[in-house]
């Protein structure tokens, strides 16, 4: 059975910096597309970033250009380095991989943003 955790989040003042972890263990053999999704009280799920098997990657546009999205395959691995955070990027973050041919999600960590 394959597992994603996640970690790194917490209280953080506008403007500041957190990178959250994505970490998937059990028997993997391949994962390929990684995203991070965030949702916040009374808001559906949005999709924040993208990364294939290859690096490319794809953002949401209230994200571009302050958000990261990043990996480590030798370490089965998923990043979000989110900067310049704002009061409206309050969500609860999720990773979603896709682990040999099945997504797989992880359940969740809050990232709350407040002076």
């Known amino acids: 059975q394959v597992q994603l955790v996640e970690s790194g989040g917490g209280l953080v003042q506008p403007g500041g910096s957190l990178r959250l972890s994505c970490a998937a263990s059990?028997?993997?053999?391949?994962?390929?597309?990684m995203r991070w999704y965030r949702q916040a009280p009374g808001n559906q799920r949005e999709l924040v970033a993208t990364i294939f098997n290859g690096g490319s990657t794809n953002y949401a546009g209230s994200v571009k250009g302050r958000f990261a999205i990043s990996r480590d395959n030798a370490k089965n691995m998923g990043y979000l380095q989110m900067n310049s955070l704002k009061v409206e990027d309050t969500a609860v973050y999720s990773c979603?991989?896709?682990?040999?041919?099945?997504?797989?999600w992880g359940p969740g960590t809050q990232v709350t943003v407040s002076s």
């Open positions: 059990g028997r993997i053999f391949s994962i390929s597309t």
């Open positions: 979603a991989a896709w682990v040999d041919g099945r997504q797989y």
